[in-house]
Structure formats: structure tokens, C-alpha cells
């Protein structure tokens, strides 16, 4: 069963007419402005359905040309590709045991092909040496001034040198628009930076002096800012840890906490309501950043759970997109593969009219 060909409606403004007041405050290139008004609005009315290293692997395969598991289920590659840099400046690979080369190259593959590149960074906690999830207090000592500021300095220097070699092509100087989205699930305790190992205002200073450095220093004018905390309960804990509007271009949300078992979709629709009337009133875009069901053992969790929970509510359907994690093992995926018992389910949640793969988008660069 594969994703049927159909007509979908998309209401994009031109961009020249596309809300400019509430673009990002940073200069950026004419395609990341792009990028950011076409997303807003298509936001209203389609979801663009993401997977994180759907091009690296999947399940049972690594590094086979042109494969992806989604494109085996349903057709098409996804329209969003979510890709993590922990170990940039440390290793040639990275946490997921992805090499940077191959990276550079299936960032720039999904470019061409129309999609939307987003990069997570699990960085190795600074003051200890430890992983992302060694959660001794650090942030206060990473800041200017601080012990370890010097480290944290080297390592984010790592993080635009990278950035900054995500060309459009090989002999090309023009970047590829890249959503970043650092320090998320910060509501949670499991990470460094997280809630209970600093302070909300520690946490802004850090992600501010993250964006200004990137953007400022080094000029980088090619990324949008994707803020995206767990789960959380109300809007005053949405905002505890907020940068600001002049440091954020997306307001997102990571939620596997309420798509398990058991089912908890209805506080999904309401933390999505929250997000998306945030997002809208300042002027931001609003996405499910990350989601997904660990080896999606219910055959009709993709429209009876997820998307019942997204597509059933007015506010909460008007995501830009959304993106459930990588499919890294058979005892570990988020995406179904070819014979998945959950593979039909999925080809009637992407051929809901609603629902954008990658040969659907609208020309979204332009």
C-alpha cells in the first residue's frame, strides 16, 4: 500500500506579502526568510510529517543510496529531515555514529529535493567530560566568565564552522536554511541544562548568547531558532525558560510523554492549543518538534492516536510540522519500515490530504 497521488490545496502568500513585520530580528539570507514566511503559512491549514536521520539508516540498513524506511513504506521521503550533531568538534561522527562528511552530503540531499533540514545538539556536558545526560550543574560555569566558558566557546566554534559549510552545492557560497533547535526538553531534568540543574535565567543567558554568537559573530545568515521544551503544564511553564522573541523563530514542542501507552492524546491536543495561540500571538511558528511511539506496537497509532489527537482540533491541527524520532534498531524506531505492522495505518495518515511529504511541498525556498 503506497501514498496515493492526490490534490492538495496550499494557501502560501507571496513572500514579498508574507507577514514581514514579524520576520526574524537577524539579517538572513533570502531563502531562510523564505523558508520562515512559507512554513507560517502553510501552517493553517497542512503538517509537514518529519523523521529524524530518516537518510543515514534504518531498520536493519546503513547508508544505502537513496533509501529511506518511509520512502519504503509509503513512496516518499518525508518533508522534514531532523539530523543531530553531538560530538561536532570531537569526533569525525556523531552521537548516532553518523560521519559529518555523510551528513553534509544528506543535508544537502534533502535541500535539493525540496525539504526542510532541522539539527538537534546533545552536547556532552561541558564541566565534566560526561554526556548529555550527565546532569551535574553546568550552565553557570559556561557562561562569559565563567570556569569552563572556554570549552563551551570551542565547542560552539565547532558548531558554526559546521553550519557554515552546509553550502547549496559543492562550488556554491549560499547556505542552506537550517532550523536549529538547542538545549530542548529543558522542562525536563534528564539533560544538563534541564530544569532542577539551573536557573531559568542561566538558561536564557546561555541560549541567547548561543543565537548572538552564531548569528552575530559569525554572520551565520541561514538559521532559524527552534525552541522546544518536554512536556509541560500551562503557559507560565512554556515561558519560565523563554530567551525572548528576538531569539526564537519557532515555538515548538517535544511530547512522547502523552502518544504512549497509556493513552494520553487528549493532553497532547491541549499542550498543542497552548503552543500554537503562543506561537500565533507573537508572531512565531509553531511545531511538534519531536514525537513518536517507541516500536509503534499499535497497528492504528498513526490516525487513531497522533494524528486523531493533532487533525480533530482547530487549534492544534495549525502545526507547521511534525517529527517523530530515527529508526536506529528493531528494538528501537519511531517510523515504521516495509512490513511494520503499523505500515498500512501510516499510508492513511500521509494520504490525508492535510498531510505534506517531500513531492508535495510547495516550492517552500521560494
Aim: overall charge negative; aromatic content about 12%; charged content about 20%.
Amino acid at each position: 500500500m503506497m501514498k496515493l497521488p492526490g490534490i492538495k490545496v496550499f494557501l502560501l502568500l507571496p513572500v514579498a506579502f508574507a507577514l514581514m513585520a514579524n520576520l526574524p530580528a537577524q539579517p538572513l539570507n533570502q531563502e531562510t526568510k523564505n523558508l520562515f514566511n512559507n512554513l507560517k503559512s502553510l501552517a493553517p491549514s497542512q503538517v509537514l510529517f518529519g523523521h529524524q536521520d530518516d537518510l543515514a539508516y534504518g531498520v536493519q540498513w546503513k547508508k544505502e543510496r537513496h533509501r529511506s524506511d518511509i520512502k519504503d513504506v509509503c513512496g516518499d521521503y518525508p518533508a522534514v529531515f531532523g539530523w543531530e550533531i553531538g560530538h561536532i568538534g570531537q569526533s569525525p561522527f556523531s552521537l548516532d555514529t553518523v560521519w559529518f562528511k555523510d551528513l553534509r552530503h544528506w543535508i544537502r540531499e534533502a535541500y535539493k529535493m525540496g525539504g526542510v533540514n532541522t539539527i538537534s545538539w546533545h552536547l556532552d556536558n561541558p564541566c565534566t567530560g560526561g554526556s548529555a545526560w550527565d546532569n551535574t550543574d553546568c550552565i553557570a560555569d559556561i557562561l562569559p566568565g565563567g570556569s569552563k566558558h572556554e570549552m563551551y566557546l570551542q565547542q560552539l566554534e565547532a558548531v558554526a564552522d559546521f553550519l557554515g559549510t552546509l553550502t547549496t552545492g559543492l562550488f556554491s557560497k549560499q547556505l542552506i536554511p537550517i532550523i536549529f533547535r538547542p538545549f530542548h526538553e529543558h522542562s525536563g531534568d534528564w539533560f544538563w541544562w534541564g530544569k532542577g540543574h539551573t536557573t531559568p535565567e542561566d538558561y536564557k543567558a546561555l541560549y541567547r548568547f548561543t543565537v548572538n554568537y552564531l548569528r552575530q559573530v559569525r554572520g551565520l545568515d541561514n538559521v532559524l531558532i527552534c525552541y522546544s521544551p518536554d512536556v509541560i503544564a500551562d503557559e507560565a511553564a512554556y515561558l519560565e525558560f523563554y530567551p525572548g522573541d528576538n531569539f526564537v523563530d519557532l515555538m515548538g514542542l517535544d511530547d512522547y510523554h502523552d502518544v504512549g501507552n497509556p493513552r494520553r492524546a487528549g493532553d497532547l491536543t491541549k499542550r498543542l492549543r497552548l503552543v500554537v495561540e503562543l506561537a500565533e500571538s507573537r508572531g512565531k511558528i509553531p511545531v511538534l518538534s519531536e514525537t513518536g511511539l517507541n516500536m509503534i506496537p499499535e497497528p492504528d497509532w498513526w490516525t487513531n492516536v497522533l494524528w486523531k489527537a493533532i487533525a480533530d482540533d482547530p487549534v492544534a491541527s495549525r502545526i507547521a510540522y511534525l517529527m517523530v524520532w530515527r529508526n536506529a534498531r528493531t528494538n528501537h524506531h519511531f517510523g515504521p519500515f516495509r512490513g511494520h505492522p503499523s505500515a498500512d495505518d501510516f499510508v492513511r495518515f500521509v494520504n490525508d490530504p492535510r498531510v505534506l511529504t517531500v513531492s508535495e511541498l510547495p516550492k517552500i525556498y521560494r
